[in-house]
């Protein structure tokens, strides 16, 4: 058995690390096989010497996490645990207080995982980036954050954000009012990244402007997209065709990003995703980068994690 003792900076500080009822420190002795106990400023840490190192690096890490950011949700607690238990804690230190933007609420905007933090990174360096991975990842969030950052930059002069209607016959047709009230339920999650960071108010003045638009893919054929930020989002439903047309729309001083979830693949059957054909014909051309978010990346309720995980070990026992 080996031990270590850690100082922390205060006994607030050690319940902020702990958590309501101790609840990350159990998490932490569950996850990592070791026993903590606190004494005024002191934190023992007890197991074995490898476990105990892990222990010791997450608290030093939520310890640096509260002073940067001021508070701690369990999403951070368990990324740390993970990324202690693999050996690869240290990498967290590239995300720790790479801020991309402040949100409408005053919220920090930033890449929370290594996956997210390498996804942004390939947005900054590529003309094109695809990213790819489940529900909860942050690609459309972040790919609209940094979209704004570079609006607001002036690096370029408008956002367009498209996605495909998937259900673009009979559903569509069912709904009530006029085409635009037919296709804005479909782009509600992207109208909602856009007021989450930016305000209500903000977006609609530079939405009247043509500052930003917000449409459906269809609507994209024929076009030339300079000085844009492009993002297409749910691209896992689009077609080979749509895929082509929407890539051939680049123009001069633009900047496309492709997300999509190769999971859930709303096509009829038979009909191959435009997103996986994508990412086999284009990989490996310069200036094109293909960023794959796994579970770990999810930033959402702790559950989608475990429901994530839980599809794909279903997934991988069918094959």
Not at 116 to 129: E, L, S
Not at 270 to 286: E, P, V, Y
């Amino acid at each position: 058995m080996a031990e270590k003792t850690l100082f922390i900076e205060s006994t607030e500080r050690i319940a902020e690390i702990f958590g309501s009822r101790d609840c990350n420190a159990e998490m932490i002795e569950k996850e990592l096989g070791v026993i903590l106990i606190n004494r005024d400023i002191e934190i023992r840490i007890t197991g074995e010497e490898k476990n105990v190192a892990a222990a010791a690096d997450v608290i030093n890490y939520l310890d640096k996490l509260l002073r940067l950011s001021g508070q701690l949700t369990e999403q951070n607690v368990i990324y740390a645990v993970n990324m202690a238990r693999d050996g690869s804690l240290n990498e967290l230190d590239k995300i720790s207080s790479d801020v991309l933007c402040i949100s409408s609420r005053g919220r920090p905007v930033k890449p929370k995982t290594v996956g997210q933090k390498n996804y942004t990174q390939a947005i900054n360096d590529n003309t094109i980036t695809f990213g790819v991975g489940p529900a909860g990842t942050g690609k459309t969030f972040l790919a609209v954050a940094m979209a704004m950052v570079a609006l607001r930059k002036k690096e370029v002069s408008r956002i367009i954000i498209t996605r495909p209607a998937v259900e673009a016959g009979e559903r569509l047709g069912f709904l009530p009012g006029d085409l635009q009230s037919k296709i804005d339920p479909y782009l509600r999650p992207l109208y909602d990244a856009l007021y989450d960071l930016m305000g209500f108010e903000s977006f609609q003045k530079q939405f009247e402007k043509g500052m930003i638009e917000v449409a459906p893919l269809a609507y994209m054929r024929g076009r030339t997209l300079e000085d844009s930020f492009i993002i297409l989002d749910e691209a896992q439903n689009t077609t080979p065709e749509q895929m082509k047309m929407f890539l051939t729309r680049l123009g001069f001083n633009s900047k496309m990003v492709v997300t999509g979830d190769i999971t859930q693949i709303d096509l009829p059957a038979g009909t191959r995703s435009g997103l996986k054909d994508a990412m086999k014909i284009l990989a490996g051309i310069d200036d094109i980068a293909i960023c794959t978010l796994t579970s770990r990346d999810v930033v959402r309720h702790t559950l989608v994690t475990k429901i994530v995980e839980a599809y794909d070990r279903r997934k991988q026992e069918n094959k």
